[in-house]
């Protein structure tokens, strides 16, 4: 037997060096030079938050190409992103999740992606790549579920698009689980959150309503996924769905390009 250990490079365990399944995540372990490597080069920290800030930047580009704006992209060009606008939540649900990777502009999505990058690699370690990818699916889509019923009860017109209601989300599901735990800081990380959230709304006048829809399906997934029983059981079918729902994103982020009609050809139809 060898003497000295490993350490896992994708959690981070640390191994008998005679080992080549890790004990802790049970994967298979690359050969030593590789692991020093990929840990090296970050290759294999938070990987699902690289995965959701890698599709948000390649959207960028997108939208910077097809609008040859970097900083202030048109209405137009948001639409054909993917970004949710009046009454389409339901004739074009895929929007509900493109919208959570377009953003409007650089400024929006350096803001978005230092939030994104701070939260997501905590969560992701608390609760594993899967459940970080569900939850921010699943808040960001509560989030303009919320908004759409907020701005059609003040009967206001809209567009809207960002990654906020979900990182509000991954804040939520931090905040459940501090309270699961017990853990007194909850009160003061939620109430931070939605003083930061006014904050925003008021001096750049964000989306109020999918920032607080976001936080509070946050909530209740971080605390049922705090109260999970032996989850490493249910990893595959969390693997599986966290799997459905990146292919699920980027044929949402297809679709609007392949139905896009410019301003000038709809006005010729109509």
Known sequence: MALGG????????YNPADDSTCGRCKRLMPP??????MRTIGGVTAPATKVLVGISALVLI??????KSLLNPSVEVLVRSGAIFTGVEFTEPWRLIASCFVHIG??????????LIDLGRIAEELFGSARLVIAYFVTGIAGYLVSKLWYEYAGMPYITAGASG????INGVLVGELLRR???RWKGMLVRTVAFSFVFYF??????AAHLGGLAAGFGL???FGRERRPQNRAPLMLGIAAVLLVLSIVSLVIPQLQYRSLGQVAEES
């Not at 997108?62 to 609008?67: A, N, R």
């Open 203 to 208: 001096v750049m006048h964000t989306n109020q």
């Open 106 to 115: 650089a400024i929006h999505f350096v803001m978005n992606m230092v939030a």
């Open 222 to 224: 971080g605390f049922l």
């Open 166 to 169: 979900a990182i509000f989300g």
């Open 62 to 67: 997108v939208e910077t190409i097809i609008g």
């Open 6 to 13: 490993r350490v896992c490079p994708y959690c981070r365990f």
């Open 32 to 37: 030593p030079a590789v692991a020093d490597f």
């Open 182 to 184: 017990g853990d007194e």
